[in-house]
């Protein structure tokens, strides 16, 4: 590969205090040095992810002594490579990276991650951009396609359905012949998954939403939710699934703890579990990670993509936050590093 010339210092953005976008600021920092099977990645591209929003909050499971450098996932390309074999690999290549473990998070110019598991490869035809969001929205709804399959379930209920998450979950569950029961807050929310295909799609905010839902999913026989939201919404999906049934909690939009009927858990046999993409991929083993991310590679383009609204330089994080909250379900916000 070219040699690549390496800046003595880099373009970090820095949240200084767990208490949102306010706190954030712009730094030049040293680029760290590389320990054995570590790469040094020239970050591309970066996405604003609902999961950053809880991270500058301390919200999120995640919450190191500040000041920290945030971002949960990123694209670039491996410029240098410390010892070992597997470091050597990906040297020159085009990866996806995640924003935790060694190295901290991706909203920077340069990072270091470790090869074993803080950098994927990038197929050749996928853009950076894409490639920034190629980890957590693709292998979460290919992994709740996964769950689903192995419990033998031919409908699931979604709520927050209009993000980029829901429609992939989507396009997925209808490659695979899964019906979606989606829930979202907004009329113009279910404008956008009906022109996507969806043909259950419910408005939480709409008058006899509670009776509705609990008809659709008796006549889907839904028995498996997948909760991005939490709150009472959380025991409005216990109400309308069928006994022996369960809410899988995988975020918390609504800031709420979770609501659940003591009746409904006893008498019902209703559960709530949770997810979190981490902790899950890290019992699938190395060969079933390895395909799952060979398969969401191949479906980026179509069922994975993700509709990217507008491109943001680092120094601008703050607008770019605010713009992405602004209009969360209108596509997703990149970070530009260099």
Excluded at 35 to 52: C, H, T, Y
Excluded at 142 to 150: N, Q, R, T
């Amino acid at each position: 590969m070219k040699r690549i010339k390496i800046p003595d210092t880099m373009t970090v953005v820095v949240l200084n205090s767990y208490s949102g976008a306010d706190a954030l600021s712009i730094e030049q920092r040293p680029v760290p040095t590389l320990g054995r099977n570590e790469v040094l990645v020239k970050v591309a591209f970066a996405p604003i992810n609902p999961s950053d929003l809880a991270t500058l909050t301390g919200y999120y499971g995640f919450k190191n002594p500040t000041p920290i450098v945030p971002g949960g996932e990123g694209s670039g390309e491996v410029i240098a490579a410390g010892p070992g074999v597997m470091a050597s690999y990906f040297l020159g290549k085009r990866v996806a990276c995640t924003g935790w473990g060694i190295g901290g998070g991706v909203w920077s110019e340069y990072v270091v991650k470790s090869v074993k598991g803080g950098v994927l490869p990038l197929n050749k035809s996928l853009s950076l951009e894409q490639g920034a969001l190629s980890i957590i929205n693709p292998l979460t709804a290919s992994a709740f396609i996964d769950i689903s399959k192995k419990g033998g379930h031919k409908s699931i209920l979604l709520t927050a359905a209009a993000s980029s998450l829901g429609k992939m979950v989507n396009r997925l569950g209808q490659s695979e012949g899964i019906q979606i029961v989606n829930v979202v807050r907004r009329d113009a929310q279910v404008d956008i998954l009906k022109a996507e295909g969806a043909s259950i799609v419910l408005n939480s905010n709409d008058e006899g939403f509670e009776q509705q839902l609990n008809d659709v999913c008796h006549e889907t026989n839904t028995r498996l939710a997948f909760d991005a939201v939490a709150g009472s919404l959380t025991n409005q999906l216990l109400k309308a699934i069928p006994n022996n049934s369960k809410v899988i909690v995988f975020s918390a939009l609504s800031r709420e703890a979770v609501k659940a009927s003591p009746k409904l858990l006893i008498f019902e046999n209703k559960r709530i579990d949770s997810f979190w993409l981490g902790p899950w991929i890290s019992k699938q083993g190395i060969l079933k990670t390895m395909l799952l991310w060979k398969r969401a590679q191949k479906l980026i383009p179509s069922h994975l993509k993700s509709d990217i609204r507008k491109i943001y330089p680092i120094q601008e994080v703050k607008e770019a936050i605010s713009d992405y909250k602004n209009k969360m379900t209108g596509g997703k916000i990149l970070l530009r590093m260099t």
